[in-house]
């Protein structure tokens, strides 16, 4: 009987149909195919055909909910599930040379590798998402040694792209790279001399939006944050709600939700202003802006990134990064006429 196994170096084709016609008795065991019908690799068992890797190829791989355990027991399971209620250690046990096991841990609490990690990407846990790694055992000696491939979660928010608005309109530039999905976060600052009406339309859904301040010469200003989820057909320029004298930039995120809000009204002849993002999550981003009726107000706070500061409108990002403590931040307005900020956190 001619061997099916690899001839050559090359792997012969099959159909579907053609495993159950193929001619294979228990001396072809261990021949292997390449099925062209699945696009997956088949191989015979003595008896049957089965996935590649042996009876358990195509069997439902063993989730572990870890509970109060700390262990990850590559023995016992393929998929491992934890929730953080505490500061936690991981250990690994029943070390199988070459496994990859899945591994989805939650919980804001800190977490620490067992020893022989070799991947720096464990470091970027944010308790509250679930975090995703996979990591292969290819050392199980006294000594062993692991490499993973860390997931980041998608509602996770990454690094944003700011693209601050020309005053005057709510046409605004679309940030590059956008795909569907992504998270648009829209920050406007509109004055009047009596008090704006909260714009609305678009698909925009509003986050917050406050008001504030006095008639002329004064001012009123009313600060609005919205959100919008993008579809990835969007044009060069998005168009935000209402129109008139906005001053806007748009932040493109993740897929994250809203996880706080801090502000502080809209006020009249404040001399400057101060701020702190509310304590959050760690790896939430805070997106701070404020609005001065007329001016060019600054701001700066430790931690904080300016990504838009000029007439009349103030802009900044905070990330939690590896803590979640509030941050100040004070801005500097034209002390006649009426100015508010407002934080963001989104995780």
């Not at 975090?131 to 292969?136: A, F, L, R, S």
């Not at 998270?183 to 009596?194: D, E, H, M, V």
Request: net charge negative.
């Amino acid at each position: 009987m001619k061997s099916y196994g690899i001839r050559n170096g090359v792997r012969p084709t099959i159909t579907t149909a053609e495993e159950g016609t193929i001619a294979l008795t228990a001396p072809d065991k261990g021949a292997i195919f390449y099925n062209t019908d699945t696009d997956s690799l088949r191989t015979w068992d003595g008896s049957a055909f089965q996935d590649a890797g042996g009876a358990s190829g195509g069997a439902t791989p063993v989730v572990v909910d870890m509970g109060a355990g700390v262990d990850i027991d590559f023995s016992a399971g393929d998929i491992f599930y934890k929730t953080l209620t505490a500061n936690t250690t991981l250990t690994a046990s029943g070390l199988v040379k070459g496994k990859t096991v899945k591994v989805v841990i939650t919980g804001i609490f800190s977490l620490t590798w067992f020893s022989g990690m070799l991947a720096t990407e464990v470091n970027g846990y944010a308790g509250n998402v679930n975090n995703v790694y996979y990591i292969t055992c290819y050392d199980d000696t006294i000594t062993p040694l692991f490499s993973t491939l860390f997931v980041p979660n998608l509602n996770q928010f990454t690094t944003p792209a700011i693209v601050s608005s020309s005053f005057g309109t709510n046409a605004i530039n679309t940030p590059v790279g956008i795909q569907a999905g992504d998270s648009l976060y829209l920050l406007t600052s509109i004055w009047g001399s009596s008090s704006p009406a909260l714009a609305t339309g678009g698909g925009w859904s509003v986050i917050k939006s406050i008001v504030g301040g006095s008639g002329y010469p004064a001012y009123y200003l009313r600060l609005s944050a919205y959100h919008l989820l993008a579809t990835g057909s969007e044009g060069s320029t998005i168009v935000g709600p209402g129109s008139g004298d906005n001053v806007c930039f748009l932040v493109r995120g993740g897929l994250g939700g809203i996880s706080g809000i801090t502000d502080t009204a809209p006020l009249t002849s404040p001399s400057s202003r101060s701020l702190a993002s509310s304590v959050g999550y760690v790896g939430d981003v805070s997106l701070l802006f404020g609005g001065n009726v007329v001016g060019n107000p600054t701001g700066s706070g430790t931690g904080w990134v300016n990504y838009a500061q000029g007439n009349p409108i103030f802009g900044a990002t905070y990330d939690h990064g590896s803590t979640a403590a509030s941050n100040n931040y004070n801005a500097n307005v034209n002390g006649t006429y009426t100015s508010g900020m407002m934080i963001v956190r989104i995780n």
